[in-house]
Nanobody
């Protein structure tokens, strides 16, 4: 059974930092590209950061220079280090896994990117 379990969310003041984790199980983690997405009520999923099986990364313009995605294949865990947080970063954050054979392009429709999705972890940034 495939599971993606996010953790590390919480409430922080603007300028602060959080580190999200996503523990994966039930599939061959090293064969899947991984990504972080976020969603606020009434809006579509938004791509935040992606990481391919070879470590190649892509970021949304809104988080470049502030967020860092990484993966530990030995621990089957995905991370998102978020620094210099802004109120507009407030959202539910989800991790997702996608077969690497499907390619690594930035998603046109983010909600269709992942083969598997976690349940999400809430991040709230106050001004």
């Amino acid at each position: 059974q495939v599971q993606l379990v996010e953790s590390g969310g919480g409430s922080v003041q603007a300028g602060g930092s959080l580190r999200l984790s996503c523990a994966a199980s039930g599939y061959t983690y090293s064969s899947y590209s991984m990504g972080w997405f976020r969603q606020t009520p009434g809006k579509e999923h938004e791509g935040v950061a992606l990481i391919d099986i070879d470590g190649t990364t892509r970021y949304a313009d809104s988080v470049k220079g502030r967020f860092t995605i990484s993966r530990d294949n030995a621990k089957n865990t995905l991370y998102l280090q978020m620094n210099s947080l802004k109120p507009e970063d407030t959202a539910m954050y989800y991790c997702a896994a996608r077969r690497a054979s499907l390619g690594f392009a930035w998603p046109l429709v983010p909600r269709f990117w992942g083969d598997y999705w976690g349940q999400g972890t809430q991040v709230t940034v106050s001004s």
